[in-house]
């Protein structure tokens, strides 16, 4: 499966954003899917993971509370709704596909697509 997230932006401290990931093929619902990012200077991070149907859910500490995984299977698009950003969230968000969300969780991937930036200003 191929990934394209988009969805990036300029935003000020305390706003929104919502990132989406496009999958192509006919394969999207048989992988759970997952943000993924990373800082400069920094390793790439776990954000959030979401099973194959959407009904489990995990999320960094850092960003529990205001970040919302979801994805819609018949539009294989998996999204991460952003609310109260913060400086510390600029980074390259990338999503990711894999066997579980716990697994997925854990970095264990099948794919990867190509980053988007987020910048926060104060």
């Known amino acids: 499966v191929q990934l394209q997230a988009s969805g990036g932006g300029l935003v000020q401290a305390g706003g929104s954003l919502r990132l989406s990931c496009a999958a192509s093929g006919r394969t999207f619902g048989s992988f759970a899917m997952g943000w993924f990012r990373q800082a400069p200077g920094r390793e790439r991070e776990f954000v959030s993971t979401i099973s194959l149907s959407g009904g489990i859910t995990y999320y960094a500490d850092s960003v529990k509370g205001r970040f919302t995984i979801s994805r819609d299977n018949a539009m294989n698009t998996l999204y991460l709704q952003m609310n109260s950003l913060k400086r510390e969230d600029t980074a390259v968000y990338y999503c990711?596909?894999?066997?579980?969300?716990?697994?997925?969780?854990?970095?264990?991937?099948?794919?990867w697509g190509q980053g988007t930036q987020v910048t926060v200003s104060s």
């Open positions: 990711a596909a894999g066997p579980s969300a716990l697994v997925l969780r854990k970095g264990s991937t099948d794919y």
